[in-house]
C-alpha cells in the first residue's frame, strides 16, 4: 500500500508542535502530527482531580511573554489571578518564620536583587541570547557557587537557594548562572516582576483551552498513541517509524520531543556529536508539583522551605467546598512519594501550622519516559555548547520545544516562540523547488 507523503510531520502535540502544525497550515502545506500521549498539551494537562480542573503540568503566563498573550488575544481567552497571599512562611537559620508576604518577599528581594543585577549587561537582547559573546565567560559558572561567592552563610543566602532551587525545580550545584539571568533579563532585569510572570496568572479555561483552540486552528491530523523510535532521512524523503511499526513520510519534520526524551529516538544519518551529547547530558530540572487538599478553609498563604528539601514551596490556589487547594513544589523527585498524602503533609507540617492534608494529586514528569523532565531549566555550559547545536536543523530534520527555545524557555510562551520559528524554517525549505522534487 502506497503511503501518503505530508509536506511535514510534527512530532509531538505539544505547544510547540500545534503551533507548528497550525503555522505550516497557513502555508497551504499538509501537515500531520504524531503523538505518543492520547491527548494534545504536553507537558501541560488539565486533569479533574480532587473534585476540581488542575493543572498537572506547565500553568501559569503573563503579559511580559509575547507569543503566548498573542494566543489569548488571538482566541479570546481571558486570565484569572492566584490569589494574594495573606500569610507567608519560611525557613532561615534553622528555622521556621512567620510573617507577611511583602516581608518574605523583602528577604528575598534583599539578595536577589544584587544577584541578577548582570542581567541585561549579558542579555540586552533577551530574546536572542547568542547575539553577544559576553555570556560565555559565565556560562561555566553554577547558581550555587554564584550565590555562595556574593553572600556569606546565613538567613538571606538561606532565602535565596531557596528561591532559585523552586524557579529550576531542580539542585543548583550544575544549574547555569546564565539561565538564571536569561530568565530575569526577560523582564527587563526585574526579578519581581519576573516572579510574578511564573506563579500568578492563570488561562481561563485552563492550558487545555489554548492547546485546543491553536489545534482546531492548525486543521491538521494527528495519529495519538505514536511513540517516534526512529527518524531518517533518505533521498528527500522523512521517514517517521513508531515503537509499533507505524511509519509516515513526509518531506520534512519538524521534532518537539522535550530534550530528555530526544535520546531515545535514532536518528539516520545519526545526529551531529554536539546534539546528542547535548541531548544525552539534558537539564537539571528533575523536581516535582503536587496539589493537595487541605480540610477546612485557610486564607491564602505562601510558604517557602530549605533549598533541599522535598518540597520547599507551597502556594494556596482554591476554595472548594469548605476546603483548600494548594500547590506545592520541590527539587527532586526521587526524594518524595508525592501520592502519599502522609509524605506531602511532614514536608507542609515544617512550615504551616494548623494544615491538614486530605488528599494529594500530581504526575510524576522526571519518571515518565515521554518528558524525563519537568519545566527546562539549562545546565552549566548548555548556552554556549549545546543550544545552537540542538537549534539546528539536521538535514529536512527540524526541532523545536520550550527546551531550546530563545525567549521563555521552560514556558509555555517559549514553546509557541519556538514551534512558530521551526515552521518558518520548514515552509522557507520547502518553498525551495528542489526540496519538494
Known amino acids: ?60 503566563v503573563h503579559w511580559t511573554q509575547p507569543y503566548v ?23 532561615a537559620d534553622g528555622r521556621r518564620h512567620e510573617g507577611g508576604p511583602d516581608e518574605l518577599l523583602a528577604l528575598i528581594g534583599q539578595t536577589n536583587g544584587e ?28 547558581v550555587q557557587d554564584r ?6 552563610a546565613g538567613a538571606p543566602r538561606d532565602i535565596l537557594e531557596s528561591f532559585w532551587a523552586l524557579n529550576f525545580n531542580g539542585p543548583l550545584e550544575n544549574a547555569a548562572l546564565t539561565q538564571a539571568l536569561r530568565w530575569v533579563a526577560l523582564t527587563n532585569g526585574d526579578w519581581a516582576v519576573n516572579f510574578e510572570a511564573c506563579a500568578t496568572h492563570k488561562i481561563v479555561g485552563g492550558t487545555a483551552a489554548l492547546a485546543a483552540a491553536i489545534f482546531a486552528d492548525s486543521g491538521a491530523g494527528i495519529e495519538h498513541g505514536f511513540t ?28 518537539t520531543v522535550p530534550l530528555h526524551a530526544l535520546k531515545t529516538v535514532a536518528f539516520e544519518p545519526p ?38 528539601w522535598p518540597l520547599n514551596f507551597f502556594q494556596v490556589e482554591y476554595a472548594l467546598d469548605g476546603d483548600t487547594i494548594a500547590v506545592g513544589f520541590g527539587p527532586d523527585a526521587s526524594k518524595i512519594d508525592v501520592e502519599n498524602p502522609a509524605a506531602v503533609q511532614e514536608q507542609l507540617t515544617r512550615l504551616v501550622p494548623g494544615a491538614e492534608v486530605a488528599a494529594v494529586a500530581s504526575h510524576n514528569w522526571v519518571d515518565d519516559p515521554l518528558s524525563g523532565e519537568t519545566w527546562p531549566m539549562h545546565r552549566t555550559g548548555h548556552l554556549s555548547t549545546y543550544l545552537p547545536a540542538m537549534q539546528a536543523a539536521h538535514g529536512r530534520v527540524l526541532f523545536a520545544g520550550s527546551d531550546i527555545a530563545n525567549g521563555w524557555g521552560g514556558f509555555i510562551d517559549g514553546a509557541i516562540e519556538s514551534g512558530m520559528e521551526a515552521a518558518n524554517d520548514a515552509g522557507s525549505l520547502l518553498a525551495n523547488p528542489a526540496a519538494r522534487a
Open 147 to 152: 550565590i555562595r561567592e556574593q553572600f556569606p
Open 228 to 255: 517516534v523510535e526512529a527518524v531518517a532521512e533518505d533521498a528527500g524523503v522523512v521517514s517517521i517509524r513508531s515503537t509499533d511499526g507505524r511509519i509516515v513520510l513526509a518531506r520534512s519534520a519538524i521534532i
Open 271 to 308: 545526529l551531529p556529536a554536539a546534539k546528542a551529547e547535548g541531548s544525552s547530558l539534558g537539564q537539571v530540572s528533575r523536581g516535582v508539583k503536587v496539589w493537595f487538599r487541605l480540610r477546612g478553609e485557610h486564607a491564602p498563604f505562601v510558604a517557602l522551605g530549605g533549598a533541599d
Open 69 to 91: 498573550w498573542a494566543e489569548l488575544k488571538r482566541y479570546g481567552l481571558d486570565t484569572t489571578p492566584s490569589p494574594e497571599p495573606e500569610r507567608a512562611f519560611w525557613w
Open 115 to 142: 544577584f541578577v543585577q548582570d542581567a541585561r549587561k549579558y542579555f540586552p537582547q533577551p530574546f536572542r541570547p547568542l547575539a553577544r559573546d559576553e555570556f560565555k565567560a559565565i556560562d561555566h559558572v553554577s
Open 1 to 60: 500500500m502506497k503511503r501518503e507523503l505530508y509536506d511535514v510531520v510534527v512530532v509531538g502535540a505539544g505547544f510547540a508542535g500545534i503551533t507548528a502544525a497550525r503555522e505550516l497550515s497557513r502555508q497551504g502545506l499538509t501537515v500531520h502530527i504524531v503523538e505518543a500521549r492520547d491527548r494534545i498539551g504536553g507537558r501541560t494537562w488539565l486533569d479533574h482531580r480532587l473534585g476540581r480542573d488542575l493543572e498537572i503540568g506547565g500553568t501559569w
